[in-house]
């Protein structure tokens, strides 16, 4: 390497400059500027309605942007074709619902994208994918079909099934919403497990023990806009906005 490569800045792994989206009249991203650095974990909060999912859902494109520019480890979102698929292959995503494919067993589950996207041999996979059950901790289920589990164990499912893939960043968008409360810790200790490796993460989330516990940094969304981006500390402690305030206030 030379010493200009050397001296060349890492890209953040996410970068969202200006970008804007509107559903019709309706303003949904506002403006929105954010930087994930390699390895940071961001929590976003907000109220319903404020833009969370679509700005998941832009940063792998399930939803076009109007204006701005969306990179994903220095490379601008493609449009389609290939290139799309290769971003979303990098971009692992995790619902509220769970999306398993309920007539494929937990394994075959977490096999398919990378046979079908990434080539991988069918043996080669499995391999993968029983390492990364005994990661999230199902290992045990890997045989059984999706009904058989419990929530939190379709939802450790449908993360593995997300990292067989590789990916680079993973975006999560209140993964524990739809589960019921006992079931939420273990799906929590699997994502703080992720951030304490170093996976750059976005998590949309009402999870402020989360939050407190495994963020670098909380960005707080009104309206379509980012009001705060700060550390957990600062956030929780002093946050500067009324709206910050007014929500923080209904929820602790
Ligand atoms: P959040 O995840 O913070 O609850 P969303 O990103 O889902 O917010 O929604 C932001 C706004 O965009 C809301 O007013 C919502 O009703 C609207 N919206 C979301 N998806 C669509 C869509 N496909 N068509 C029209 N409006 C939408
Ligand atoms: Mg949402």
Same mark, same amino acid.
């Given at each position: 390497m030379t010493a200009a490569e050397g001296s060349l800045p890492t890209p953040p792994m996410i970068?969202?400059? /200006?970008? !804007? =989206?509107?559903? /019709?009249?309706?303003?949904?991203?506002r403006d929105i500027n954010i930087e994930v650095p390699s390895g940071q974990v961001v929590v976003v909060l907000g109220p319903s309605g404020s833009g969370k999912s679509t700005l998941c859902r832009a940063i792998n494109r399930l939803e076009p942007i109007n204006s701005g520019t969306i990179e994903v480890d220095g490379k601008p979102l493609p449009a389609e074709g290939k290139a799309l698929a290769g971003l979303r292959a990098d971009v692992g995503m995790v619902f509220q619902q769970f999306n398993l494919f309920s007539h =494929?067993?937990?394994? !075959?589950?977490v096999t398919l994208a990378p046979v079908k996207v990434r080539k991988q041999s069918a043996a080669e996979a499995k391999k993968a994918a029983m390492a990364l059950l005994d990661r999230v901790g199902i290992a045990n289920q890997a045989e059984k079909y999706p009904a058989q589990l419990s929530g939190g164990q379709q939802q450790r499912a449908a993360i593995a099934r997300a990292l067989a893939m590789q990916p680079k960043v993973m975006l999560f968008d209140e993964p524990t919403s739809a589960l019921d409360p006992e079931m939420v810790q273990e799906v929590l200790d699997t994502m703080a497990g992720l951030a304490k490796d170093g996976m750059t993460m976005l998590v949309v989330t009402h999870e402020m023990g989360f939050a407190r516990r495994a963020a670098h940094r909380v960005v707080f969304m009104a309206d379509g806009e980012i009001v705060e981006d700060s550390t957990p500390n600062e956030f929780f402690t002093a946050p500067k906005s009324d709206r910050a305030k007014d929500f923080l206030g209904k929820i602790l």
């Open positions: 970068r969202m400059a /200006g970008v !804007d =989206k509107y559903f /019709g009249q309706l303003h949904v991203l =494929k067993t937990i394994v !075959d589950n």
